[in-house]
Each structure stands twice: as C-alpha cells, then as structure tokens.
C-alpha cells in the first residue's frame, strides 16, 4: 500500500490510495462499455478537480492495468517442414559409381534442418548425415558404390525430427562383356608353295585373360599349329601356315575355334607357274631398337598390300631381336611394312616408318 498526496493552494488534500484485491475499493471496468468509473471526491473548484482527476488517471496505472497477449508470435519453429522421402532417382545401379541422390522435405524450411544417413550395406556407402538450409526444401548427398560379384539389395535410410523414410536400391555387379572370336585371315591370296605364310587370328574385343583358339586345316598341304593363344589385353594373335607346292589348284580352309564358335578362311593353293616354278623370294627387314628396352618384350611385324588401306600383323620377334625375314611374298607383288615394339604389358608403340618392297 502506497499513498499520494496532492495540496491544493487552499491546503486541502486528496488521499488516493492503491490497494490490494482486499481493499473494499476497487476499479472495475464495465462489461457494457470501455469507460472505467473512477471514484474521487470533487473539489469546491473544478479545475482542482480536473487535476485530481488526471492524476488519479496516472496512478491507475501505476496501481494495476489490462495484460494483453499476442497469439501470433514467431517461435523459430520450421513451419511443419518434416522429412518426406529420399531419392537417388533410380531403382539399381551397376557396377563401382557415384550416384548423386536427395533428401526432400514437405515444405520450404525457415530453419536448418539436419538428417541422419544410413546404408543397410558397406557395399553402398552414404555421408553420416547431410542438412536442408534454411529457405531450402531438399538437399542432395552421394551415394557411391563398390563393386560386387551378385545382387545386393540395399536399404537408404533418412531421420529427422523423429520421422524416418526409407529408400532402396539393388546392386548388380559390372556387365562383362566377353570376347568372340571374330575371323581368321591369312592375308594375301592364292598361295604357291612351297612358303611359310603368317595368319592371324582377331577376337571382337581385348581379352582379359589369355584365349586358347584353336585351329585346323582341310587340306594337308596347308599345316598349321593346333592351337593360338591370344594374350591378356590383346585382341589378335599370329601364327605361321606352312603350305606345300602342289601340282593342280586346291582350295583348303582354315578353321578357328573358341567355345564352341567357329570362324574360316578359305585359302587358294596355286601350282608353281612356267614363268616362275616355285621360286622362293625372300624379304630380310631390319630397324633400330628403341633407346630404352628395360620394358622390351619383342616386336610386332605388319605388312599390307601397296595401295591396300590396312596393315596386317605379319609376325612377332622375341626380345630384342631387330629382324625379321618374310619369306610369304609372291613375285610382281609391292608389299608395304612397318614394325612396333611391344612392352611386357603387350602395350604396343606407335608404328614405325612405312617400308615398301617390290617382288620381281
């Protein structure tokens, strides 16, 4: 309880007192109007009145007065943004990759929102955890991959605020694709024998692993090896027919074969003409080997044709032997030929400078 005086220049004096809720005066606002009724004793002047009256205005609200509350305050909440789903837009992914994937949410959020990742599999790994900023409705995460040998189902799971959603995707291990054999070729055609004549045979792709082919003639004048082996990351292999001279025309094929698919080329066995009976011409190449042969498995010879748009692997010499002698050219034929080194890997060099030979 607390009083105020005010004198007036009479001396008269105005006791306004506040009291607590047991006081027997008390204000009450009116339920049918917003005019409060204050009590006070008037004074003989009004003016003196007037004064009591403001200040027993101004004591009112000192002594108590209306609390009001705003229902519309803003409480940093993220506007019932809650997590709705995660995506990585596909249903499988093959092989070891990156794959950029989502979290979204229902709504735009005013607040950053945090989501905890995990991967039901170590095949797929995913971040611990990825935020959707404030003003954003997604964010996007990798999800990268490892290599398996079979299926893998795996499970992407998001939580946030309490809510958690799932996603999965089915890991399939990398398509392979299996070399075929594609042909076998014995280059120039016909043949007269007697002569020594390099083939080759040619795989769709590189090989990842060595490929046993093998290999048969039809016809005994033209002999051939049982079998090639086309080596780890190459897509060709040579090897040397020899053919026999014959009396009449004979036509033989050459058969290749690798997991039970075939491929031929028929040859022309020609008897020795009056003009030229059998002579045998023979071309000795030689080159300069590299500077450095630390890594030097050998060489590969090609030939083609003088005008031919292709060359054709002749044959292969081992190490550092820098010769080879091509004893399959036929007379009056122009032959073209270069020379590439190969490395222990079966990496090949850059071809050599083209070398054209004519055969009287």
Same mark, same amino acid.
């Given at each position: 309880?607390?009083?105020?005086?005010?004198?007036?220049?009479?001396?008269?004096?105005?006791?306004?007192?506040?009291?607590?809720?047991?006081?027997?005066?008390?204000?009450?606002?009116?339920?049918?109007?917003?005019?409060?009724?204050?009590?006070? @004793?008037?004074?003989? @002047?009004?003016?003196?009145?007037?004064?009591?009256?403001?200040?027993?205005?101004?004591?009112?609200?000192?002594?108590?007065?209306?609390?009001?509350?705003?229902?519309?305050?803003?409480?940093?909440?993220?506007?019932?943004?809650?997590?709705?789903?995660?995506?990585?837009?596909?249903?499988?992914?093959?092989?070891?990759?990156?794959?950029?994937?989502?979290?979204?949410?229902?709504?735009?959020?005013?607040?950053?929102?945090?989501?905890?990742?995990?991967?039901?599999?170590?095949?797929?790994?995913?971040?611990?955890?990825?935020?959707?900023?404030?003003?954003?409705?997604?964010?996007?995460?990798?999800?990268?991959?490892?290599?398996?040998?079979?299926?893998?189902?795996?499970?992407?799971?998001?939580?946030?605020?309490?809510?958690?959603?799932?996603?999965?995707?089915?890991?399939?291990?990398?398509?392979?694709?299996?070399?075929?054999?594609?042909? *076998?070729?014995?280059?120039?055609?016909?043949?007269?024998?007697?002569?020594?004549?390099?083939?080759?045979?040619?795989?769709?792709?590189?090989?990842?692993?060595?490929? *046993?082919?093998?290999?048969?003639?039809?016809?005994?004048?033209?002999?051939?090896?049982?079998?090639?082996?086309?080596?780890?990351?190459?897509?060709?292999?040579?090897?040397?027919?020899?053919?026999?001279?014959?009396?009449?025309?004979?036509?033989?094929?050459?058969?290749?074969?690798?997991?039970?698919?075939?491929?031929?080329?028929?040859?022309?066995?020609?008897?020795?003409?009056?003009?030229?009976?059998?002579?045998?011409?023979?071309?000795?190449?030689?080159?300069?080997?590299?500077?450095?042969?630390?890594?030097?498995?050998?060489?590969?010879?090609?030939?083609?044709?003088?005008?031919?748009?292709?060359?054709?692997?002749?044959?292969?010499?081992?190490?550092?032997?820098?010769?080879?002698?091509?004893?399959?050219?036929?007379?009056?034929?122009?032959?073209?030929?270069?020379?590439?080194?190969?490395?222990?890997?079966?990496?090949?060099?850059?071809?050599?400078?083209?070398?054209?030979?004519?055969?009287?």
């Amino acid at each position: 309880m607390y009083q105020v005086q005010v004198r007036s220049y009479e001396d008269r004096k105005l006791v306004v007192r506040c009291r607590s809720e047991r006081s027997s005066t008390q204000i009450r606002p009116s339920r049918r109007s917003s005019i409060f009724v204050v009590p006070f @004793r008037a004074f003989s @002047r009004g003016r003196h009145a007037l004064v009591a009256f403001s200040f027993l205005v101004v004591l009112l609200a000192g002594c108590g007065g209306l609390t009001f509350r705003g229902s519309n305050s803003l409480s940093g909440s993220s506007s019932g943004a809650t997590l709705a789903q995660i995506s990585c837009g596909t249903g499988s992914l093959v092989g070891a990759q990156t794959k950029s994937c989502s979290v979204d949410l229902t709504s735009i959020t005013k607040t950053p929102i945090q989501v905890t990742l995990l991967s039901s599999n170590a095949a797929l790994h995913v971040p611990a955890n990825v935020t959707v900023a404030a003003g954003a409705q997604s964010a996007v995460f990798d999800a990268v991959t490892s290599g398996v040998t079979k299926s893998v189902a795996v499970t992407i799971s998001g939580t946030a605020q309490g809510i958690s959603v799932k996603t999965a995707i089915t890991l399939y291990p990398p398509i392979l694709t299996s070399p075929s054999l594609a042909k *076998v070729s014995c280059g120039t055609q016909p043949l007269v024998g007697p002569v020594t004549q390099a083939c080759s045979v040619y795989l769709s792709v590189a090989a990842s692993s060595p490929v *046993v082919v093998t290999l048969k003639s039809s016809s005994s004048y033209l002999s051939v090896p049982a079998s090639v082996t086309v080596a780890a990351g190459s897509s060709a292999a040579s090897f040397q027919a020899k053919v026999l001279a014959v009396s009449s025309s004979v036509t033989a094929t050459l058969t290749a074969s690798v997991s039970g698919i075939s491929v031929s080329d028929s040859i022309q066995l020609n008897a020795p003409s009056a003009s030229s009976p059998g002579t045998q011409h023979v071309v000795n190449l030689s080159w300069n080997s590299p500077s450095s042969t630390t890594d030097l498995a050998g060489y590969n010879v090609y030939r083609s044709l003088s005008g031919a748009s292709a060359f054709q692997l002749l044959g292969s010499t081992p190490g550092t032997q820098a010769a080879y002698a091509d004893d399959t050219v036929a007379s009056g034929e122009s032959y073209e030929y270069e020379v590439k080194s190969v490395s222990s890997s079966g990496t090949e060099s850059a071809p050599s400078n083209i070398t054209t030979v004519s055969i009287p």
